[in-house]
């Protein structure tokens, strides 16, 4: 939806292997090149971030409820120090109000404080499901969004928090080097141009 509005795409895939299906990444690709190729966008980049040894870092060293959400924090840490590189003015998600638990308004606040210079655009933020599969199959991405495969969080939580709060998980993650994790994952990262 931006990239009608003429925003050039960069791409950033967390990778969760081999705590999800080795395929996932080819999907995320593939996705992304329907997604240049529909409306015309040659060049991108395509970030690959090596995340499951962070995901284990945050399972064993945090409170299971929280490690969805600290995940997401630092994804977002990760990503915004590649947008900084390429020289990107925000970063774009998919996220959805209310589709999974941590797309609850508590915890995209959570999650987007940890932003230190960009903005967080939400495109399908008051899409409801039927509204995002009838935007997939135009452009030609849903076929591939259902095959197997298809990455899920790789974090094995039973009862993630759905309002979390910024001070007890800023608290949480004193457990974590954070610097050293968004740096490992920056200088790991995979890049392809699609």
Do not use: W
Not at 119 to 144: D, S, W
Not at 155 to 177: H, I, W
Request: proline content about 5%; aromatic content about 6%.
């Amino acid at each position: 939806m931006l990239i009608r509005k003429g925003v050039k795409p960069v791409f950033a895939y967390f990778d969760n292997y081999p705590l999800c299906d080795q395929s996932a990444e080819g999907i995320a690709i593939e996705t992304a090149k329907r997604v240049c190729a529909f409306h015309g966008v040659a060049g991108a980049n395509f970030y690959t971030i090596p995340h499951s040894p962070d995901l284990e870092k945050i399972v064993t060293r945090c409170p299971e409820k929280y490690s969805c959400i600290i995940s997401r924090r630092l994804m977002f840490r990760i990503a915004e120090k590649i947008a900084r590189h390429e020289n990107c003015e925000a970063i774009v998600t998919g996220d959805a109000m209310g589709q999974k638990a941590s797309q609850t308004l508590q915890n995209i606040t959570a999650t987007d404080c940890v932003m230190q210079e960009l903005a967080v655009l939400r495109p399908l933020v008051a899409m409801n499901k039927q509204e995002i599969e009838r935007h997939a199959k135009y452009i030609g991405t849903f076929e591939i969004s259902i095959r197997p495969g298809v990455a899920t969080c790789g974090v094995p939580t039973r009862n993630p928090s759905t309002s979390a709060k910024r001070m007890m998980l800023e608290e949480v993650e004193e457990r974590l080097d954070l610097q050293s994790m968004i740096n490992n994952a920056f200088n790991n990262a995979h890049i392809i141009r699609l």
